[in-house]
């Protein structure tokens, strides 16, 4: 085994080998079945069977239902990506599938877009390495500068993604440097090999792109988006990807960002800019996904007048309405950066004549890095079903309408996702992306029973770490919503001040009397009136300001009370005591494991507990420290601080 089975053990197809299946059609993806079908030894059949798939277009797009009746089951689908995430609920299923309490009801994907998103680079970049922000080895698709001569583990990873639903692939990170520009010109032929593993899955690939292709690529002097000789560089150069992959999906782009090259440099803006590559794409059916994540990293932290967190909402919010149809403006979820807690970027509330899309992260940059064992299901779960305009209006997801795409968090170590656990998060944005409404705990006990079988008592000590180990990680962080107390680059482990006095425009103001980031339109930044009602009443008033998110808006005193009754600088000490004191009890509950998993995985997983332990202590001293030393006010149970 070169690598890790993932949620796809061949035990997991178990209840189908030796029974018969019936597939009616034609194509690509109904061969890909056929094969699945064969490697769990199940039985073709031509007439009757104890499976049978077929097509009803009347259905729709990707979708199917299971239909029991006299002994069979029938996976009824509405294209043949449908029947192919029929055939994965029949795996998920287990013997259910089989039997007569089948599931009978239309599954429809609620977003038609599910993307990953790799930030992998071709070469290894001297700071960021193979993957930027990538916390599992090299990359999947390249290797030291080439794309990998055997990409039969991409294969292995569009099987897994496409059991999950997901149905597009970006394969090169955002910040586009020299060498993976040309993936788009020159080394075509490399991505044609790439999207031959992920077709016979249903999946389409992405490129990210170079704002100023046009320059390095095509020798133009410019890259002004609205230059005829420049929309003709893009036309001319898309027209040839088609050619040479026909099911293209589209261009992702970060411009004007951190560094990347975009409009501004032309004096156009963000419309410009999507439209012009949303025209070169629009011929083919293809997208572009356009971020929103632009701001000022330059930010000289002695201007308070400048608010990190308001710049997506400025910079995109005038220019609704005028992009293209295949335009997909794609928001983080917060207003920040993937912190463990922020609010929900009010850009999505706030963009109804624009498609756009929410982006999540797998991969665990700022969430222990797949050091800590970390399950995002639950904080996807509470931004998917946010209502930003009050309980009548529509949640994220609905606003969504763009989909979702979120950064892949996997790569070439064995287990793919360095953390063992960390899978769990990979099958949780493929499933919420399906069906934003599940349950994050059952989609978690779906994940735990696929990787590690029918096992109860591992079972309940999987789901125990894992379940409420969000609301773990936060406890020992940042708290009340501040954010980044990270080491500045890594963003790995604290250092409170560590971004205080840098130009990223991520700052938390401890002082001696209190902490936080005054927020409000009375006082502050006016951030908060970025929100329709009723939120923007609730977070003007750290009374009416959920506890969890008081210092993202506020800048507190020690002594402010919360809705807990707790004091600010209290909590901070209790919830950091408490925090370490989980993190022991994840330590010993895994040693119920040891046995009943592979001993590699338990080693591996151990391995990590160790150092999620030594982090989190190391975490609550120096927080703790920090805001005794500020405060003056020492903690009212008289625990331990330095
Ligand atoms: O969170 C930040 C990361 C960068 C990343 C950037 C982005 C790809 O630290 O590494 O760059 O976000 O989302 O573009």
Known sequence: MTHHEMWLPESSTDHLRGRTLRVDGEGVLL???????????????????????????????????????DGVTNVVAGDERGALYGWFELVRLGARALGDDVPGQVNRPAHAMRMLDHWDNIDVHPVMGQVERGYSGGSIFYDAGEVRADLSRVGAYARLLASVGINRVAVNNVNVHAREARLLTDDLHEVVRIAEQFRPWGIRVHLSVS????????????????????????????????EAIPDFGGLLVKADS??????????????????????????????????????????????????????????????????????????????????????????????????????????????????????????????????????????????????????????????????????????????????????????????????????????RTVHGILDDSWETYESYTAPLGVGFMVNPGQ????????????????????????????????????????????????????????????????????????????????????????????????VASWEQARGRVPDDLFERVSERLAEQLRSATEWRDQVNTYFLRKSGIPDERGRRIF
């Not at 064969?38 to 299971?66: H, K, N, Y």
């Not at 100023?212 to 027209?239: H, K, N």
């Open 258 to 459: 951190e560094g990347q090259p975009g409009p501004f440099s032309y004096g156009r803006d963000h419309a410009d800019g999507a439209n012009l590559l949303a025209r070169a794409l629009a011929p083919h059916g293809g997208i572009v996904h356009w971020r929103a994540f632009v701001y000022n990293h330059t930010q000289d932290w002695r201007d308070r007048s400048t608010d990190r967190a308001r710049a997506a909402f400025d910079h995109f919010t005038p220019l609704d309405g005028r992009f293209d149809e295949n335009v997909v403006v794609q928001v983080k979820h917060g207003p920040m950066d993937f912190q463990v807690r922020e609010p929900v970027s009010p850009l999505l509330a706030a963009m109804p004549g624009t498609r756009l899309a929410l982006e999540l992260q797998v991969t665990q940059e700022y969430s222990g890095q797949q050091q800590h064992a970390v399950h995002l299901g639950r904080p996807w779960s509470e931004v998917l079903g946010f209502r930003p305009s009050g309980d009548d209006g529509p949640t994220v997801s609905e606003l969504a309408g763009g989909g979702l795409a979120a950064v892949s968090n996997v790569g070439d170590d064995f287990f793919w996702t360095g953390h063992p656990l960390a899978q769990s998060n990979l099958y949780a944005f493929g499933r919420l992306s399906w069906d934003p409404q599940l349950a994050p705990s059952a989609v978690l006990d779906e994940w735990i029973a696929l990787t590690f079988g029918d096992d109860p008592e591992l079972a």
């Open 491 to 586: 963003h790995y482990g604290p250092s409170v001040d560590g971004y205080e006095y840098s130009p990223w425009g991520t700052y938390h103001f401890a002082d001696r009397d209190g902490v936080g980031v005054d927020r409000s339109v009375a006082t502050g930044t006016g951030f908060a009136g970025q929100y329709p009602e009723p939120w923007r009443s609730r977070y003007e008033d750290p009374a009416t300001t959920p506890d969890e998110l008081v210092l993202f808006f506020h800048h507190l005193p020690y002594g402010h009370r919360l809705h807990s009754g707790k004091t600010v600088v209290q909590h901070i000490y209790d919830s950091h005591f408490d925090g370490v004191e989980r993190v022991e009890r994840m």
């Open 211 to 242: 704002f100023a292709a046009p320059i390095l690529l095509g020798g133009l002097p410019t890259s002004d988006p609205l230059d005829a000789e420049v929309a003709q560089w893009w036309a001319d150069a898309v027209a040839r990807v088609y």
């Open 31 to 69: 061969d890909t079945v056929r094969r699945e079908a064969a490697r769990a030894a199940m039985l073709p059949a031509t007439t009757d069977a104890d499976v049978t798939i077929d097509l009803d277009e009347s259905l729709g797009p990707e979708t199917f239902r299971l239909v029991r009746r």
